[in-house]
């Protein structure tokens, strides 16, 4: 009953910008700690950022700097900008929500079907 789905992927030039969106759907309660993920060919899924319900933001090493997740709660919608684009950062970027559900008293864990983002030349 509840879905994320993620979008704003797509071919970029390195040093160029994206911005991915993940959007919840459904019968929500709330939204709690909301975490981007990317896996790539080949290599082991890695934590890009993640926000907590009170909007604290936490980052891997490989895209501090370059990298800012945000959020807008009357949307249910959480962004990731990526500015400076190296090759190095493409993927695919998954959504990852803890959403508690109308009449529940706990949080599942959803994830979304993922965005593909390419950074090449």
């Known amino acids: 009953q509840v879905q994320l789905v993620e979008s704003g992927g797509g071919l970029v030039q390195p040093g160029g910008s994206l911005r991915l969106s993940c959007v919840a759907s459904?019968?929500?309660?709330?939204?709690?700690?909301v975490t981007w993920y990317r896996q790539a060919p080949g290599r082991q899924r890695e934590l890009v950022a993640g926000?907590?319900?009170?909007?604290?933001?936490n980052y891997g090493d490989s895209v501090k700097g370059r990298f800012t997740i945000s959020k807008d709660n009357a949307k249910n919608t959480v962004y990731l900008q990526m500015n400076s684009l190296k090759p190095e950062d493409t993927a695919v970027y998954y959504c990852?929500?803890?959403?508690?559900?109308?009449?529940?008293?706990?949080?599942?864990?959803?994830w979304g079907q993922g965005t593909r983002v390419t950074v090449s030349s």
């Open positions: 990852n929500a803890m959403i508690r559900r109308l009449g529940s008293t706990y949080d599942n864990a959803y």
């Open positions: 459904g019968s929500i309660f709330s939204i709690n700690a």
């Open positions: 926000i907590t319900g009170g909007g604290t933001s």
